[in-house]
């Protein structure tokens, strides 16, 4: 079954790695900084494994990246369909 938040938890996928390459690092150099496996980031980036608001919180830090506003460019998005 397809979840209806699909295309939005894909469109927030999309804006990370955006930010992580604006950012100037590579998923190892987060992953290194989170004391996680580069596995790790590779895998939320690919949607293989969700990605809880703790760890979307503090993936945002490590990027200098405004959760908040990152959500609203995701609900902006959904809204304009």
């Given amino acids: 079954m397809k979840s209806i938040y699909q295309d939005a938890y894909q469109s927030l996928l999309t804006l990370l790695v955006e930010a992580r390459n604006t ?3 590579t998923q190892q150099q987060v992953a290194d900084k989170l004391g996680r496996p ?8 690919n949607g293989d494994r969700r990605l809880d608001v703790i760890e979307f919180l503090e993936i945002c830090r490590l990027l ?8 609203k460019r995701i609900d902006g998005t959904r809204k304009r369909r």
Wanted: proline residues 5%; charged residues 20%; aromatic residues 6%.
């Fill in 23 to 25: 950012s100037g690092l």
């Fill in 38 to 45: 580069q596995s790790f980031i590779s895998k939320i980036e």
């Fill in 64 to 71: 200098d990246t405004d959760p908040h506003a990152l959500l």
